[in-house]
């Protein structure tokens, strides 16, 4: 709660509620189309389902020291944060599915998931990992 350190920025914390909160709307349309694409694609491709409540955590309303603003802004950041959290993991998930290979190096923060990904540009790798899964049918 580093705003609490600056008071001298209250105008600017004002003005920004609404850009702030505005994303509420996107966020539970993604959420309820997330759940779409998860429930029904994830059974069809034979993926474990991801428990969202490992992601989405909205607990820090119920501490009694917080004012009713922080446990509102609390409420609101464990469910934006945690439901972007969730559907990154879901989508890598999907990545893991439908891709698996790496990006090709450079400037670029690869993705926990990526860590048994194909080398980008490896061929070689490529088709022996094809061709071993091809044969194991």
């Not at 505005?22 to 779409?36: A, G, N, R, S, T």
């Not at 802004?73 to 890598?92: E, F, K, P, R």
């Amino acid at each position: 709660m580093k705003y609490k350190f600056h008071p001298e920025r209250t105008l600017r914390h004002i003005i920004s509620f609404p850009f702030i909160w505005m994303m509420l709307f996107p966020l539970v349309f993604f959420d309820i189309l997330l759940e779409i694409y998860h429930n029904i694609c994830f059974y069809m491709y034979g993926i474990n389902k991801i428990n969202r409540w490992d992601y989405i955590r909205i607990d820090r309303h119920r501490l009694m020291y917080l004012s009713m603003f922080d446990k509102l802004n609390c409420m609101y950041c464990g469910y934006a944060n945690g439901l972007l959290h969730y559907g990154s993991t879901i989508a890598g998930e999907t990545e893991k599915y439908w891709c698996a290979i790496k990006h090709q190096p450079g400037n670029f923060k690869e993705p926990a998931h990526h860590k048994d990904f194909l080398p980008y540009g490896d061929d070689k790798a490529f088709n022996e990992m094809y061709n071993k899964q091809c044969r194991k049918k």
